[in-house]
């Protein structure tokens, strides 16, 4: 059995980060959203190009939308403020007309309920309007001291009631007149402010549609111009490659055309047509000899793993052993602990029967002076 040595565990380690670094390399190569090498990258500049558009007319268009959005809010907040104060107007000229014209003292049954009519009713004697005790004998029957007064009194009020009638019937018909010019000139004034608001709309909204179509405008000639001059420096590149490979010999075989400027183990790429039959052969015995050293590797992990099996095993029987031979010796001494006890029981036993056999042969008071003898 091998024994694990600190030198085979940094061995060990160092292969397992190896592994690791190569998985991430691995993950980063064949990760074809991450990986950029083989891409369109003018197809993609243009994606971006045309989001950028996108995202800007968007923008434009959202910014419009915003401010169409927050002169709709001031209209209806203008109306809105304009109908609470009519309103409130209105309430206000009803509370006056109610507290100028419509007092409880004109009402024609208020000398009913009139909580000071004891204090405004005259003497007894003086008139038979009030109520007097059947004992006083100021009021008869049949008789009216106050006829002819009272008669003309309520003719006169019933003509001051009918010309104070005829005063508030046209002064409300005045102040609803005048209400309603009010509310007509109001409701004028806000069709004005109304149109004035939504000329300003549709001025706004005709100068961002200008301002949408002169960014789409521009957007377009932009593209447009890039256009022409990315197809411009693509044809010149391409006459620049004609140009290069009918001057140039970039077809030659040579291995001295092949070789760059840092020296043989640098090539260049539009030169290169393949490795020669040395570098074949050398790479195969590299890649062999790769091959042969990984599987020395494994085989010496394969041997190391079973080596710690083993280990393990033994280690696990070694244990078991061990139990069990802790186990054997705990019974053995539970069985001579057992046997022990189970002697003194017996001798006990014998003892308490030889006693009981002395106690019954013996007199009493000679029995107990043997067992006070003893005791001492």
């Known amino acids: 059995m091998s024994v694990a040595l600190p030198r085979d565990l940094q061995r060990e380690a160092a292969l397992a980060r190896r592994r690791h670094t190569e998985q991430l390399r691995q993950k980063r190569v064949f990760n074809a959203r991450d990986?950029?090498?083989g891409g369109d990258t003018q197809a993609w500049n243009a994606q971006v190009q045309e989001q950028m558009m996108r995202e800007a007319a968007e923008k434009t268009r959202e910014e419009a939308f915003a401010a169409e959005i927050k002169q709709n809010d001031k209209i209806t907040c203008i109306l809105e403020g304009r109908e609470r104060r009519d309103r409130k107007s209105l309430c206000r000229?009803?509370?006056?007309?109610?507290q100028t014209f419509q007092k409880p003292e004109t009402r024609r049954e208020f000398d009913l309920s009139d909580p000071q009519a004891l204090k405004k009713a005259l003497p007894a004697g003086i008139s038979d309007d009030g109520e007097n005790a059947v004992i006083g004998m100021h009021k008869f029957m049949g008789e009216d001291l106050k006829f002819r007064e009272r008669k003309k009194f309520q003719q006169e009020q019933?003509?001051?009631w009918s010309l104070q009638q005829q005063q508030e019937w046209e002064k409300a018909r005045?102040?609803?007149?005048?209400?309603?010019?009010?509310?007509?000139q109001a409701r004028l004034q806000a069709d004005e402010v109304a149109l004035h608001l939504q000329k300003l709309q549709l001025a706004t909204q005709k100068a961002v549609n200008a301002a949408v179509k002169e960014f789409n405008k521009n957007q377009a000639m932009e593209s447009a111009k890039r256009k022409r001059q990315e197809k411009k420096q693509e044809q010149e590149d391409n006459l620049y490659e004609i140009s290069t490979l009918l001057h140039r010999d970039p077809f030659s075989e040579s291995p001295e055309q092949m070789s760059g400027s840092l020296g043989p183990c640098h090539v260049i790429p539009s030169c290169w047509r393949g490795m020669t039959q040395e570098q074949l052969q050398e790479a195969r015995l590299t890649q062999k000899q790769q091959i042969q050293e990984k599987q020395r590797l494994q085989e010496e992990e394969h041997q190391r793993n079973m080596d710690w099996d083993q280990r393990r095993v033994q280690r696990a029987r070694a244990t078991l052993l061990q139990e069990r031979q802790q186990q054997r010796l705990q019974r053995d001494?539970?069985?001579?602990?057992d046997s022990s006890n189970l002697g003194l029981a017996k001798e006990q036993s014998s003892q308490k029967k030889h006693n009981e056999e002395v106690y019954k042969n013996q007199p009493t008071g000679d029995y107990f002076a043997q067992f006070n003898t003893r005791s001492r």
């Not at 005045?174 to 007509?184: G, S």
């Open 158 to 160: 019933n003509r001051e």
């Open 333 to 337: 001494l539970r069985r001579a602990l």
């Open 35 to 37: 990986r950029i090498t």
């Open 174 to 184: 005045a102040d609803h007149k005048m209400a309603e010019d009010l509310y007509t």
């Open 93 to 98: 000229a009803i509370n006056d007309f109610q």
